[in-house]
C-alpha cells in the first residue's frame, strides 16, 4: 500500500494498493483520498486504513477456506510504519493531530498478527497505482503483477 500526498490539484493525496498470494497480483486499487492530509506520514497512514478492510477480508476469506497465510504490509515511510506499530505512543509534535480513529491500523495490526515491514520505494508494488512510471520501472511493475516472466 503507497501513499502519494498532494498530488491532485486540490492538494488531496492518492492510495496505491497492490495485493498478491505469491505472484501476480490478486487485488489492485488506485483512488483519490477523501480527506486532506497535512505530511506524507499522515497520507500513508489513511492509505493503508482506507485499504484495511479488504486485507481483513481477505485474510478472514482465507482462513474460511482452510489456509493459514502470513499478511505482511510493506511500508517504504519509517515513520508511518512507526505510528502503525505503536500508535500514540510513537507520536511526536509533527503528527499529534492525528486522529485517533486512524490508530485503528494499530489494533489491527496487534489484533490480527499483520506484519510490518520496510519496502525500498523503487520497489513498492503500490506506486503502480499513486505515480506516473515510464520506461523499465513502469515495465518491471507490469511484469510482477501479471505474473508475466
Known amino acids: 500500500?503507497?501513499?502519494?500526498?498532494?498530488?491532485?490539484?486540490?492538494?488531496?493525496g492518492h492510495t496505491g494498493a497492490a495485493m498478491t498470494l505469491g505472484k501476480g497480483a490478486a487485488y489492485l486499487s488506485s483512488s483519490k483520498q477523501k480527506i486532506n492530509t497535512m505530511s506524507s506520514t499522515e497520507t500513508e497512514l489513511i492509505a493503508v486504513n482506507d485499504k484495511m478492510g479488504q486485507i481483513l477480508w481477505t485474510k478472514y476469506f482465507l482462513e474460511a477456506q482452510g489456509y493459514d497465510v502470513p499478511l505482511v504490509l510493506f511500508q517504504d515511510n519509517k515513520s508511518t510504519m512507526l505510528l502503525e506499530k505503536h500508535g500514540r505512543a510513537s507520536s511526536t509534535k509533527r503528527t499529534q493531530h492525528i486522529n485517533i480513529w486512524y490508530f485503528f491500523v494499530t489494533d489491527c495490526i496487534q489484533r490480527e498478527g499483520l506484519t510490518v515491514e520496510y519496502c525500498p520505494t523503487d520497489d513498492m508494488l503500490g506506486d503502480f497505482g499513486t505515480k506516473p512510471l515510464q520506461g523499465k520501472k513502469f515495465l518491471d511493475f507490469r511484469h510482477m503483477l501479471l505474473n508475466e516472466d
Open 1 to 12: 500500500i503507497d501513499g502519494a500526498h498532494a498530488v491532485h490539484h486540490d492538494m488531496w
